[in-house]
C-alpha cells in the first residue's frame, strides 16, 4: 500500500512538473532578444532598424509566416490569422526585384523620407490615409486585412506613385515598383 501511494505521488508530481513548466525559449529567437515576440513585434522590430543587417540574421514575411533564420537555424512564427503585413518601398532612380519581404536584407532607396499614403480596398472603404516616414531600409509597412486587393497611393516630395496591390496567399508582401514621378 505504502508503495502504491508513494508511485501515485510521484506521478501527481511529475504531472504537475509539466503542466507549470513554461515552453524553452526559440535559442535562434533569445539570441537576437525576440524570444518573447510573436510575428507581428518580430516584423515590426526587424523591418523598422537596420541593426541586425550584418548580423547573419534572415527574416522574411508571407502570407503565413515570418521566417527567421541563422545559421542553419530555423524559427517560423505563424502570422496573425487576418492579418497581411505589405511593405512598399517608393522610389525615385533605383530599386529592386522583390516578392517576399526580406526584413533584414531588402533596402530601399528613400531612408527617413516623409510620405503621404492613401491605401483604399477595391470597395472604396479607406485603410490607411496619413503621413508616415520611411524606415532605415527605405521601406515603410502596413498591416492590412487578408484576402483583399486595392489601390496603394505614395506621394513624397519628388512625385507621386500609384499601384494595385493584393493580400491574398499568393501576393507579394514586397511592392518596389512604385517609382516617383
Not at 517576399?100 to 527617413?112: A, F, K, M, Y
Not at 503621413?131 to 519628388?158: C, H, M, Q
Request: glycine share 8%; with cysteine; proline share 6%.
Amino acid at each position: 500500500m505504502k508503495s502504491a501511494r508513494l508511485l501515485l505521488s510521484g506521478i501527481v508530481l511529475l504531472l504537475a512538473a509539466g503542466c507549470s513548466s513554461a515552453a524553452a525559449p526559440e535559442p535562434l529567437l533569445s539570441e537576437y532578444g525576440l524570444e518573447d515576440a510573436d510575428a507581428r513585434q518580430v516584423i515590426d522590430r526587424l523591418d523598422q532598424t537596420n541593426e541586425d543587417r550584418g548580423s547573419g540574421l534572415n527574416a522574411s514575411v508571407t502570407y503565413d509566416a515570418v521566417t527567421v533564420q541563422d545559421s542553419g537555424r530555423e524559427s517560423v512564427l505563424p502570422m496573425p490569422g487576418d492579418e497581411f503585413y505589405l511593405s512598399a518601398a517608393p522610389w525615385n532612380t533605383t530599386t529592386h526585384d522583390c516578392f517576399n519581404h526580406s526584413l533584414t536584407g531588402c533596402q530601399g532607396e528613400l531612408v527617413d523620407a516623409p510620405l503621404q499614403v492613401r491605401i483604399t480596398d477595391d470597395d472604396g472603404a479607406v485603410l490607411v490615409d496619413g503621413a508616415v516616414r520611411t524606415y532605415d531600409n527605405g521601406f515603410v509597412g502596413f498591416w492590412l486585412p487578408k484576402d483583399i486587393s486595392g489601390t496603394l497611393e505614395i506621394s513624397a516630395p519628388e512625385g507621386t506613385a500609384t499601384g494595385t496591390f493584393s493580400t491574398f496567399p499568393d501576393s507579394p508582401t514586397c511592392i518596389t515598383t512604385l517609382q516617383l514621378v
